[in-house]
Structure formats: structure tokens, C-alpha cells
């Protein structure tokens, strides 16, 4: 292939740190040394400026673009520039993350002679909004050119969706596992003295945006029940505050009420996300609903004491021996018994830590998943060829 013979956009909802996000840096920064590589954010550029990630892009020879959408309205005036975008940079591919993205990529594009290939980042698309995302995409997916599964198994997601298996490719999510081969024990001094915490602390940690999906609800009311048998132990959760603020406020507030100030840390987005689960006791991913969080995969990479529920995506990722660590979705009950288990060090552990390292390393690696996105690209260019 030619270098930067064609021009491809991932188009996303925010230059944020959400997972869908930083999956798309990761693509768009692989490929930009053989194509023209950009990254398009539906809403405003202000924090991808403040927080250096629109410069990490550009310094990686990948361009940015702002639409500067506002939340609520407009629409059109999205579309519009997009599809302007798209013109002026000769764009061949449009790479979509998420549901406004699909929804305003496929609409800009319509009449041009360019392709669309979207990545499905959840098993449950349009929650609280079913029927009308069902009604959007029987409208819209005929110009989708592949969908991509960025888990095993969503079958039941795409057909709501209304895509038939020949459209459908599976690419799991994947990390760089090598960012993850830290000291604990620099990381946990470290951390203590960035969160004013004693030097004999136990931390259990949760990384990822405090909203409903995540349920950093339900690990609050599991804290609270166990909190009192351990008094070193502080449960740190790290992520965006932003994304659905009510959630937010209720979390926080579920804090105060259970007189968990100052052993239940919410201390937002951060960007050494690496070291904080290097310093980690115990790492809990109590999600309600996922498609394959790289919060996830990165846990497991790190090779530290997990729990995770027992939801589609994280049971096909884990070998057999290793579900012991899942749990139910919403069971604070089941949760914090798993958490009193877990915190207890034993040999059994440290060789499942061993276990979900390699896992990661060799089916779930960065460059694998980038690889392979290439040659969905290719596929798809050749078939319009």
C-alpha cells in the first residue's frame, strides 16, 4: 500500500479519557505512519486542550477537528460540518465510536463515496431509549459497511440493531500491556502521599466514569457493609465526573449519608491510571452492563487481586478458573462477601495474577487490534475498488 494513500476519520463523542475514546487514539495514532490518520470529536475540544490529548494526537502526525456540538440541539449543524470535513480532507473512511457518532457520521456521508465502519462498544445499545434507536437504525444502518464487535458474542445486540452476520466482524478491544509492568510498591508510596493516606493503607480501586453502567453505587453500599472489619482499607474511585452528573451527585451523596467520608475517594479523571492500580490491593469492576471495558483489560494486566460481575463480556474473556472472581451485577450482598474473601493475600492469587498478564499479552494486545482494524479498512476500501 502506498503511504497515506487514503485518508481515514475516527469520529467519537468527546477528546475525553472514556474507554471508546482511548481505543480510538490508539487506532488513529497505529495507523498514521502509512494513512492520513484523524480524529473528529462531536462536542467541544476544551478538555482535550486542557488535558494535552489534542496535542499527543497532533504530536503523532494525527490531525484534529471539533464540530463544538453542544449536549442538547445542534444536530444539523453537526452534520453540516462534518460532512464539510469530509470533503475538504478527502476522506475515504469515517470510523464510528458510539451512538451519536454513528448516527451523525452516517448522515453526513450520505450521497459520498465514503465508507463507514462502526465498532459496537456495548451489549446494550440506546439504554432508556430502546424503541427509538431501534426505529434510527432501521432508518440509517444500511450505510454502515461493517460493524465491529469489540467483544465476543453481541450477537444479540447487533440484530436489535438490525445488522445481518455478513456485516458483522469481531476485533476484541486491546491494551499496550507493557504500560502496566510497574513497582506496586513505589506506586502505592506514591499514591498515599498524592491522597494524604497512611503508609500501611489497603486501597481497593475502581477505575472508570461514575455512571449507572459502572455501578459505583452498588461497590459504595459494599464498602459500607465490610469497611468496619478493616480500617486501613480506603476505596478509591478514579474517573470522569461529568458524563451523567445526577448519577454523579447520587454517588457522592450515597457517601456522605454512609459516613464514608474520607475512606470512600472519588478523585475523578486522572492520568496515571497504570501506577494508581499498580499501588492497588484490590481492584473491583462492578459494572452493570459493558462491551469490553479497556478498564477491564487493564486489570487484568496488571495482574492484581480482581473482582469483576458476571456479565457477557468479562465471562468470555476469563477461563473457567478464573469466573470465581465474578460476581452478580447489583448484589451489594454477593459483592462485599467476594470483597472480604479477596482481601485475604494467598499464593492462588498471585498465579491468577500471573494468568490474566498473559491472557492480555497475547489476545487482547494493542497492535493486534490495531492490525486487524487495518485490514477491515482494506477489505472495505477493495470492495468499493
Known amino acids: 500500500m502506498d503511504e497515506k494513500r487514503y485518508s481515514i476519520a475516527q469520529v467519537i463523542n468527546s477528546f475525553s479519557k472514556g474507554g471508546a475514546e482511548l481505543l480510538s487514539y490508539a487506532i488513529a495514532k497505529g495507523i498514521s505512519n ?3 490518520s484523524h480524529v473528529i470529536s462531536i462536542s467541544s475540544c476544551k478538555f482535550g486542550i486542557k488535558s494535552g490529548i489534542i496535542d499527543d494526537l497532533n504530536s503523532r502526525g494525527v490531525k484534529t477537528y471539533s464540530l ?7 444536530l444539523f449543524k453537526a452534520i453540516i460540518s462534518l460532512r464539510r470535513y469530509i470533503k475538504e480532507n478527502h476522506l475515504k473512511i469515517i470510523h464510528t465510536h458510539c451512538e451519536s457518532p454513528d448516527v451523525i457520521g452516517r448522515i453526513a456521508t450520505l450521497g459520498l463515496n465514503v465508507k463507514l465502519i462502526s465498532t459496537l462498544h456495548t451489549h446494550y445499545p440506546y439504554p432508556g431509549r430502546r424503541l427509538r434507536g431501534w ?15 469489540c467483544s465476543p458474542h453481541m450477537e444479540k445486540a447487533w440484530r436489535y440493531l438490525g445488522y445481518i452476520p455478513e456485516k458483522v466482524v469481531s476485533n476484541p478491544n486491546g491494551i499496550d500491556p507493557s504500560r502496566f509492568r510497574l513497582d ?29 453502567s459502572k455501578g459505583h453505587d452498588v461497590l459504595v453500599q459494599s464498602f459500607h457493609c465490610i469497611h468496619a472489619k478493616y480500617p486501613k482499607l480506603y476505596l478509591i474511585i478514579a474517573g ?3 458524563t451523567e452528573p445526577e448519577f ?10 454512609k459516613g464514608l467520608k ?5 478523585i475523578g479523571e486522572i492520568n496515571d491510571v497504570p501506577s494508581l492500580m499498580a499501588a492497588a490491593d ?5 459494572s452493570r452492563w459493558e462491551g469490553l471495558s479497556l478498564a477491564f483489560l487493564e486489570t487484568l494486566a496488571v495482574g492484581k487481586p480482581f473482582i469483576s460481575t458476571r456479565i457477557v463480556p468479562h465471562i468470555d474473556v476469563l477461563p473457567p478458573d478464573l469466573q470465581k472472581n465474578l460476581v452478580a451485577p447489583d448484589s451489594v450482598d454477593e459483592l462485599s462477601k467476594k470483597i472480604e474473601e479477596s482481601l485475604q493475600r494467598t499464593q492462588v492469587q498471585v498465579e491468577r495474577g500471573n494468568l490474566t498478564r498473559k491472557l492480555v499479552e497475547e489476545q487482547f494486545n494493542e497492535s493486534q487490534m490495531i492490525g486487524n482494524y487495518v485490514k477491515i479498512y482494506e477489505e472495505v476500501l477493495n470492495q468499493s475498488a
Not at 484490590?282 to 462492578?286: K, N
Request: contains cysteine; hydrophobic residues 40%.
Open 248 to 257: 454523579y451527585h447520587y454517588v457522592s451523596n450515597l457517601v456522605e449519608e
Open 135 to 149: 426505529c434510527v437504525e432501521r432508518c440509517l444502518n444500511f450505510k454502515t459497511s461493517k460493524l465491529v464487535e
Open 240 to 242: 470522569a465526573q461529568d
Open 184 to 212: 506496586p510498591i513505589r506506586a502505592k508510596e506514591q499514591w498515599s502521599e498524592n491522597l494524604n493516606l497512611p503508609k500501611d493503607a489497603l486501597f481497593m480501586v475502581s477505575v472508570g466514569r461514575v455512571v449507572k
Open 34 to 36: 502509512n494513512i492520513s
Open 68 to 74: 463544538n456540538k453542544k449536549p442538547h440541539g445542534e
Open 262 to 266: 474520607g475512606k470512600v475517594l472519588l
Open 282 to 286: 484490590l481492584i473491583v469492576i462492578p
